[in-house]
């Protein structure tokens, strides 16, 4: 069963950064996406970033758009997300999330594989 594992979580005040990574515990053949979402309390797990593995084309949810860079390395396996001028809202658990299927890149339901989540707290 692959497994992805997030690095990089934390807490740092409002206007600062933050770098996520996320790597999966084997190569996945024919990924198509990998993603970020993010799940804060009380609300429902949302998209945050993707980008498709073979071309590199990134795609951001509006709130984050602008603020955050998704970006990957084939050759590591390894998929980042950099977190600049964050705010108090961004607070919540980051998972990283792969899929090997083609479709609506910013649904859940299009990912087979997830992580366990980082904490990212976020002080205002």
């Known amino acids: 069963q692959v497994q992805l594992a997030e690095t990089g979580g934390g807490l740092v005040q409002a206007g600062g950064s933050l770098r996520l990574s996320c790597v999966p515990s084997?190569?996945?053949?024919?990924?198509?996406?990998m993603a970020w979402f993010r799940h804060a309390p009380g609300k429902e797990r949302k998209f945050v970033a993707s980008?498709?593995?073979?071309?590199?084309?990134?795609f951001y949810g509006n709130s984050v758009e602008g603020r955050f860079t998704i970006s990957r390395d084939i050759a590591k396996n390894t998929m980042n997300l950099q977190m600049d001028n964050l705010e108090a809202e961004d607070t919540a658990v980051y998972y990283c999330?792969?899929?090997?299927?083609?479709?609506?890149?910013?649904?859940?339901?299009?990912?087979?594989?997830w992580g366990q989540g980082t904490q990212v707290t976020v002080s205002s």
């Open positions: 999330a792969a899929s090997t299927r083609f479709g609506v890149f910013t649904t859940l339901d299009l990912y087979e594989y």
């Open positions: 084997e190569r996945i053949a024919s990924i198509y996406y």
């Open positions: 980008i498709s593995w073979s071309a590199g084309r990134p």
